[in-house]
């Protein structure tokens, strides 16, 4: 089983910067694949950034230049830094994990791609 516990949410102002963690137990091979996805109100859950254990990076269209998504292999750990904060990066992101690879395939940002998920962990940008 995985777990998966996020941290580091919380409000900043339009063009703040905020970085997210997210804690990871289990498998390495249940979670070869780690991604970070959002929800915003009224809105369905969109993917953000993936990672390949090998590094292999893929990131939706909105926040290419903006975020970065890595991840700690020693201390178990992802993260995605934020940067240039919008009032649209608005909402509750979600930690997220899958046991295949993603290849760096834009097709694996869809939520339903993923096994484990994290409680989620709110960012407000206000103008």
């Known amino acids: 089983q995985v777990q998966l516990v996020e941290s580091g949410g919380g409000s900043v102002q339009a063009g703040g910067s905020l970085r997210l963690s997210c804690a990871a137990s289990?498998?390495?091979?249940?979670?070869?694949?780690m991604g970070w996805f959002r929800q915003a109100p009224g809105k369905e859950r969109e993917g953000v950034a993936i990672?390949?254990?090998?590094?292999?990076?893929t990131y939706t269209d909105s926040v290419k230049g903006r975020f970065t998504i890595s991840e700690d292999n020693a201390k178990n750990t992802l993260y995605l830094q934020m940067s240039n904060l919008k009032p649209e990066d608005t909402a509750v992101y979600y930690c997220?994990?899958?046991?295949?690879?993603?290849?760096?395939?834009?097709?694996?940002?869809?939520?339903?791609?993923?096994?484990?998920w994290g409680q989620g962990i709110q960012v407000t940008v206000s103008s």
């Open positions: 997220a994990a899958r046991p295949l690879y993603c290849s760096g395939a834009k097709y694996y940002l869809r939520p339903t791609e993923f096994r484990y």
């Open positions: 289990g498998y390495t091979y249940m979670r070869r694949c």
């Open positions: 990672i390949d254990l090998d590094g292999t990076t």
